[in-house]
């Protein structure tokens, strides 16, 4: 039995799946010991006859399935999988050399822990202004959470580099295959309540070739902020308690535009188009107008995200009704 299985769902990504599994050849833990399993969720653009005709010496095994989203190809890589841990990692996270060898450092002794890696910016890659901004978030966590400011929790769990005992999975359900966004998160939850223990690692490093359209990139928040309404019911947890006392945080821009926009579908169009012109036009001027890109990008992600709260909670008044309920009980 391998002490290691690494899953890797991949859908139409062939140039970058062939660079994740050359970095995997690249590792500088001993790989004769790894299982390499690859689930194509019905690829069209030659993955699977790829992987058929692939010679390599990792141990890889290729899964090829009916589209199904990422929840179902994580699940079908984990039913074939049989190593004792499992690593994840999506087909455009680009493994550092060390990056096997970090998770399985921080799993030696432990059975109940949960290690997330991070996802870095590429030095050979350049991102789409609001990606970009994804991503300078993204290192913002990192950073704190590297910092001690505050430790690693469910929300950090990005199946994009992370790792868990194969058992974990198991007895946990695995993936809910109803989501084919935030998958990872919902699993995570569950997981959290379990009392497993999430520990961050700045040296398990994957490198990011993220890249997505604007429109697709502004439904990922507005997704986010549906089901973590549905997850918070569903497990009965404190989570939507948790995001009305957030929305309390957001700098007064963002919470005046959320306030302007939140259920006026035609106006906030309209003002996301505003917005990204002018943030667009900033990202590429110097400091100072990488700074308005910033205030821009985050105004129209935390617009979308509050936007799917509140149409998961029934609206406007059932939103600041729950916020003003929170902040009530808080003070």
């Given at each position: ?5 690494i899953v ?12 994740v ?6 590792q ?5 010991d ?9 690829s ?5 006859e ?6 390599t ?27 004792e841990?499992?690593?994840?990692v ?50 913002k ?12 929790t ?5 199946t ?12 946990s ?38 890249e ?12 986010y902020?549906?089901?973590?309404v549905?997850?918070?019911h ?9 995001i009305?006392?957030?929305?309390e ?43 308005l890109?910033?205030i ?6 935390n617009?979308?995200?509050?936007q ?16 003003v309920g ?6």
């Amino acid at each position: 039995m391998p002490a290691l299985s690494i899953v890797i769902p991949t859908y139409n990504r062939l140039p970058r799946l062939k660079q994740v599994i050359a970095a995997l050849e690249g590792q500088t833990y001993p790989m004769t010991d790894v299982e390499v399993i690859v689930v194509s969720d019905g690829s069209t653009d030659g993955t699977h006859e790829y992987l058929r005709d692939l010679t390599t010496r990792l141990n890889l095994c290729f899964v090829p399935q009916a589209n199904a989203g990422p929840a179902a190809a994580r699940n079908n890589g984990i039913r074939n999988a049989h190593g004792e841990i499992i690593i994840f990692v999506d087909d455009d996270v680009v493994p550092s050399p060390d990056l096997v060898a970090e998770h399985m450092r921080l799993h030696a002794g432990h059975t109940n822990r949960v290690v997330l890696g991070t996802m870095l910016n590429p030095p050979d890659f350049t991102f789409s202004p609001w990606v970009a901004w994804e991503q300078a978030m993204l290192m913002k966590q990192y950073d704190a959470m590297h910092r001690g400011d505050w430790p690693a929790t469910a929300r950090q769990f990005y199946t994009g580099n992370t790792s868990l005992p194969r058992q974990l999975l198991l007895t946990s359900g695995g993936f809910d295959e109803r989501f084919r966004r935030a998958e990872d998160i919902e699993l995570a939850y569950r997981l959290e309540r379990q009392g497993v223990e999430f520990i961050f690692c700045m040296q398990a490093v994957g490198y990011h070739y993220a890249e997505r359209s604007f429109s697709s990139w502004i439904q990922i928040p507005y997704t986010y902020g549906r089901y973590e309404v549905l997850f918070s019911h569903e497990q009965q947890s404190a989570l939507l308690d948790f995001i009305l006392e957030e929305f309390e945080d957001r700098n007064r821009f963002t919470r005046m535009i959320i306030a302007l926009c939140m259920d006026r579908p035609r106006l906030s169009t309209q003002v996301q188009e505003v917005i990204r012109w002018v943030a667009d036009r900033g990202y590429q001027i110097g400091k100072l107008g990488q700074h308005l890109s910033k205030i821009g990008y985050s105004a129209i992600f935390n617009l979308r995200y509050y936007q799917g709260v509140a149409d998961a909670l029934g609206g406007r008044q059932a939103f600041y009704g729950g916020a003003v309920g929170v902040m009530n009980r808080r003070g």
